[in-house]
């Protein structure tokens, strides 16, 4: 049933703006598998690129390069969470 209702609980991960890539897509599929629904918010609702970091052994300093891309689910501020664990934006 494609439209069926999600009781999973939810789980809310934060992003922003330059947000790690591993530091986000993990938990996002690990909770997943662990049966709980993830919840993308930020401060607007639009695209946020992700970066990724690299840094070898010796560095002293830290290599950036662009990773993903995602989409939060709800602004961070129309997020609430409802009883039974649902996650919908405020009304």
């Given at each position: 049933?494609?439209?069926?209702?999600?009781?999973?609980?939810?789980?809310?991960?934060v992003?922003?703006d330059a947000?790690?890539?591993?530091?986000?897509?993990?938990?996002?599929?690990?909770?997943?598998?662990?049966?709980?629904?993830?919840?993308?918010?930020?401060?607007?609702?639009?695209?946020?690129?992700?970066?990724l970091?690299?840094?070898?052994?010796?560095?002293?300093?830290?290599?950036?390069?662009?990773?993903?891309?995602?989409?939060?689910?709800?602004?961070?501020?129309?997020?609430?969470?409802?009883?039974?664990?649902?996650?919908?934006?405020?009304?």
């Amino acid at each position: 049933m494609p439209n069926a209702p999600d009781n999973r609980p939810c789980v809310l991960i934060v992003v922003g703006d330059a947000t790690e890539t591993v530091d986000t897509l993990y938990p996002f599929f690990r909770l997943q598998e662990a049966g709980f629904r993830p919840v993308v918010i930020a401060p607007e609702k639009r695209t946020y690129q992700m970066v990724l970091h690299e840094v070898r052994p010796g560095w002293t300093i830290t290599r950036e390069w662009e990773g993903y891309q995602i989409s939060p689910h709800h602004p961070v501020f129309l997020c609430r969470e409802q009883a039974g664990g649902q996650c919908l934006p405020r009304r």
